[in-house]
């Protein structure tokens, strides 16, 4: 039996080349950010601390985040970036060439295309568009002008995944016909606050962009926004997106040990569940199952964002089921069990640093001429499961899918794979 210690060993030995290889740290590579509260904050600072690159400019609609940012950039790279509210400045400048994306969900793909069109890489935050007709704008627009676009699924980037993985690729599992992704954590309701009028420093009509008119509220803005329609893809698109990911990837290490390829996309998908925990503004399900169907597999993703109880001793992870056992997939490490229950290997990340080898990836894939670890192409395909899902839940049906086409025989479900643009922000032309 292959023991954990072949299996560190093995994953390390695999990964740290691609980590460490490319350009000298001599040849900076420079940034544009573009929204950095949250998320976005941590990828500023992350990209700042690399010591062979230059944050320029960032760019944000709340000019109240400035000082801080400008502050903080500053300490860590010595020189202080300029300053934009608009992200249209950053395509201008020939100096730029990654413009990094924080940004709220419904701005992912637009300026994700453009930049491409202008010449520019692109690290964007999951998921890759708002919906299954941007993912695919991103991609073509990406192989069309041969740029690096990095989706931000850092577990793709991680050794304890690859490990997980290469072990179900041994083929000790046997068959292999299900897997599971979940999350389950106590979240905090929104309430229902007032409207109220926009605050001081923020470009309201620039945050809204594609997104219909409305007045501002602030359960829309910072943070909360991914809970509503038109702008998130609810906790599926925001932490499911990873744990989905999980285990559709040790699925198809488990077809690979069959001598079999895993498709790309699922042929049909379900949903159940609703608003069935808190009282609020939220417009996704707090409690959700959804079934993807592939020829002899399935998947499937339980959320329950209210109930703190983990699954297999893991808050938010995924398993992957064989005849002979199966392999849970944690955040930070994975152990496989056999048909009775006994743990028989394990494994862990040594360091948690996925986000910086995911930057530090994407760096490489541009000086190389590779595709990042998660390139646009496998963003998309994560991505689209996502809102595969949330179409299913909304439409409440199982829906047939045709992967050759990215549509489904069903009208009303088709009319959510894109959405309508407000303009003057409508999705370009690839």
Request: with cysteine.
């Amino acid at each position: 039996m292959t023991t954990r210690r072949t299996f560190i060993l093995a994953a390390a030995g695999s990964a740290a080349p691609a980590f460490l290889s490319g350009a000298s740290v001599n040849e900076r590579l420079t940034v544009g950010m573009m929204g950095f509260r949250g998320r976005g904050r941590g990828l500023l600072n992350g990209f700042a601390d690399m010591p062979d690159v230059t944050v320029k400019t960032i760019c944000d609609v709340d000019q109240r985040l400035f000082d801080r940012s400008v502050a903080e950039v500053s300490d860590r790279q010595g020189r202080a970036p300029g300053v934009e509210s608009d992200f249209r400045r950053l395509l201008d400048d020939p100096d730029i060439d990654i413009v990094v994306m924080g940004t709220p969900t419904h701005w992912h793909a637009i300026p994700t295309v453009l930049a491409c069109q202008a010449g520019k890489h692109v690290y964007v935050e999951k998921p890759a568009g708002h919906n299954i007709a941007e993912g695919r704008a991103m991609l073509d627009a990406a192989r069309k002008h041969d740029r690096v676009v990095q989706v931000g699924i850092q577990s793709r980037s991680g050794t304890n995944y690859e490990e997980a993985c290469e072990y179900i690729r041994s083929g000790v599992l046997g068959k292999v016909a299900f897997a599971k992704g979940w999350e389950s954590a106590r979240q905090r309701g929104i309430g229902y606050p007032p409207d109220e009028p926009v605050p001081d420093g923020v470009d309201y009509e620039m945050w809204l962009g594609p997104a219909p008119k409305r007045p501002f509220n602030r359960n829309r803005f910072h943070g909360s926004w991914r809970w509503f329609f038109d702008y998130g893809a609810g906790d599926l698109g925001n932490d499911g997106v990873h744990r989905v990911d999980y285990a559709r990837r040790g699925l198809a290490a488990g077809f690979e040990a069959m001598g079999r390829t895993l498709p790309d996309w699922p042929t049909a998908v379900s949903a159940a569940g609703g608003k069935l925990f808190f009282d609020d503004a939220q417009e996704w399900p707090d409690t959700l199952v959804v079934t993807w169907d592939y020829p002899g597999a399935t998947l499937m993703y339980e959320m329950r964002n209210w109930q703190p109880n983990p699954i297999d001793g893991e808050a938010e992870g995924a398993a992957v089921y064989g005849e002979n056992g199966y392999v849970v997939i944690g955040n930070g490490s994975w152990r496989a069990f056999d048909e009775h229950h006994r743990i028989v290997a394990r494994g862990a990340s040594t360091k948690n640093d996925d986000d910086a080898r995911h930057k530090r990836d994407m760096l490489n894939a541009i000086r190389d001429g590779g595709r990042p670890a998660c390139d646009i192409e496998i963003g998309h395909c994560a991505s689209g499961l996502v809102h595969l899902g949330n179409i299913a839940w909304r439409t409440d049906r199982k829906l047939r899918f045709d992967p050759e086409t990215e549509t489904f025989g069903d009208d009303e479900a088709n009319r959510m794979l894109g959405r309508k643009y407000r303009k003057p922000w409508i999705l370009p032309d690839v």
